[in-house]
């Protein structure tokens, strides 16, 4: 869910990581990082809601937590995080490109 990587940068660049460097932790290009930070990407009602439950906030949290302590190399799985939202969202019709 692109709601929930704008979410994630923005913890990210609030940790004082640069853009390079949430790019290289995440798997994304820091131009799609740019535009997460400028509201280019990610649906901003959807990310206030989600931003307001204190569930989802704590597993960005974790997440967010995870990601800067990762080793070179370790993949963090964020598709918990993006089942919650979309329970959440009552969004049953979103399918995760990761599923097969």
């Known amino acids: 869910m692109p709601v929930i ?48 439950d204190e569930e989802i906030m704590d597993l960005v949290n974790s997440v967010v937590r995870r990601l800067v302590n990762s080793t070179n190399g370790e993949v963090i799985n964020i598709c918990p995080l993006c089942s919650l939202a979309r329970k959440k969202l009552n969004k049953n019709d979103y399918s995760c490109p990761y599923d097969i």
Request: charged share 25%; aromatic share 6%.
């Open 5 to 52: 990587k704008a979410i994630l940068v923005e913890r990210l660049y609030a940790q004082g990581l640069s853009q390079l460097q949430i790019s290289t932790l995440m798997g994304i290009s820091p131009a799609e990082v740019n535009y997460y930070l400028k509201g280019k990407r990610g649906n901003e009602d959807v990310k206030k809601k989600l931003e307001a």
